[in-house]
């Protein structure tokens, strides 16, 4: 059973546009987490969120966890080559003490 | 200072032959878990531990799985009689206490062929 849902699979889009992607569940989180991870390398965390309706920026990304804290969106405006990545989010469920990833976002900017 | 590292970064074996992978977390990190991320996946947890014991071990597929960390710091992973589905990137990853960020090695790419 897929736990999280992450949309779209695949992004490709020229420098400067902007993009959403989105990671949604039918079950309630405990915290939300995005991560961005490069070809041969781990993860590597951007941001925690753990309140619903909560909005974090950093720098061009902004990320929103929905009110439910059953969803979560990750914006990023005018997307850079250097964005190119695997998006990733991470839930911590109620009563489990470990993250469940999703399949991720492949994202890739074209200058 | 010095992130997590894992040894090998590339794994090739044969079918049927055992394998041991290692994780080297940051230091004075009590919390490790290890995942597994198939290609085009995300990472799928196997094993997480608090010190010398594994706290949860139930994301581990089978009991050909199976990790130690004996002295609260370095941990191996170890695949008995590895299969050709076993093949993926083992990461590793550490935090300061459970459920507290967590640091990622940059994986073993394990390849049975």
């Known amino acids: 059973t897929q736990l999280l849902e992450q949309s779209p699979q695949f992004l490709s889009i020229q420098e400067g546009e902007n993009l959403t992607v989105y990671c949604n569940s039918s079950?309630?989180?405990?915290?939300l987490q995005w991560y961005r991870q490069e070809p041969g390398e781990g993860p590597v965390l951007l941001v925690t969120v753990v309140t619903g309706g909560e909005v974090k920026k950093l720098k061009r990304l902004t990320f929103q966890f929905g009110d439910a804290r059953k969803d979560s969106s990750l914006h990023i405006t005018a997307a850079q080559p250097g964005d190119t990545g695997l998006y990733l989010c991470a839930a911590k469920f109620p009563d489990f003490n470990k993250f469940y990833f999703g399949s991720g976002t492949k994202l890739n900017v074209k200058p | 200072g010095a992130g997590v590292s894992q040894t090998p970064s590339n794994k090739v074996t044969e079918k049927g032959k055992y394998v041991e992978l290692r994780c080297d977390p940051i230091?004075?990190?009590?919390?490790l878990y290890w995942y597994r991320q198939s290609l085009g996946q995300g990472p799928e947890f196997l094993i997480y531990f608090q010190g010398t014991g594994a706290a949860d071990d139930s994301g581990l597929p089978n009991d050909r799985f199976f990790a130690v960390r004996p002295e609260g710091s370095v941990s191996t992973l170890k695949i008995q009689r590895t299969e050709r589905g076993d093949s993926a990137v083992y990461l590793c990853?550490?935090?300061?206490?459970?459920?507290?960020?967590?640091?990622f090695g940059p994986g073993t790419r394990l390849t049975v062929l």
């Open positions: 079950s309630v989180f405990s915290s």
């Open positions: 230091s004075g990190h009590t919390a």
């Open positions: 990853a550490s935090s300061l206490i459970s459920a507290d960020t967590q640091y």
